[in-house]
């Protein structure tokens, strides 16, 4: 969905809208989508910039950084974005964009694409390091074995007394 700032009346406007998971899937190559997203918000002109913010819910899917099993995490997301256009962006670089809480994103300086926000929300919304418990205790590396189910044949071999000895022979 994109918003045309030329429809915004009186430099104003208001969306809501609901997405589908395969709508936006794969968020990227670690996250999709497992549950609807609810977004909405508000969009304001002032001056050159567009000021947007609103907020988000759904339910997200990543995978287990050690055993690659997937995981399931609500997401609530309040957002506040400011976009400038690419040729007001370069000559004002210096000047304001100081205000550091404020996420600055460049836009074609007609329309603010509501798809991107939803993605880039959620992507900021999943942790970076993602387990699917503490203590997961990953796949082996060598057999793919998911040693949160058992332990993998290369644990037992190796420390079996035997094959110790089979191996000194060779
Ligand atoms: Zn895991
Ligand atoms: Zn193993």
Not at 95 to 115: K, N, P, Y
Not at 148 to 169: E, F, M, R, Y
Request: proline share 5%; charged share 30%.
């Amino acid at each position: 969905m994109r918003i045309e700032l030329e429809n915004l009346e009186g430099g104003k406007g208001e969306f809501a809208r609901v997405y589908q998971p395969e709508d936006l899937n794969p968020v990227d190559e670690r996250v999709s989508l497992v549950a609807p997203v609810a977004v909405d918000g508000k969009v304001q002109l002032s001056g050159n910039e567009v000021l947007v913010n609103g907020h988000l819910e759904t339910r997200a899917q990543v995978e287990c950084d050690r055993c690659l099993k997937p995981v399931e995490l609500p997401v609530n997301a309040d957002f506040t974005l400011e976009y400038i256009s690419g040729s007001d962006y370069e000559s004002s670089q210096t000047a304001e964009l100081t205000e550091a809480e404020l996420t600055v994103s460049v836009f074609d300086g007609e329309a603010i694409d509501v798809d991107e926000i939803v993605k880039e929300q959620v992507l900021l919304a999943v942790p970076t390091r993602m387990l699917c418990r503490e203590d997961c205790k990953g796949i082996c590396p060598e057999y793919g074995t998911d040693r949160n189910t058992g332990d993998c044949n290369c644990v037992t071999t190796d420390i079996d007394p035997s094959w110790a000895a089979l191996k000194n022979l060779t």
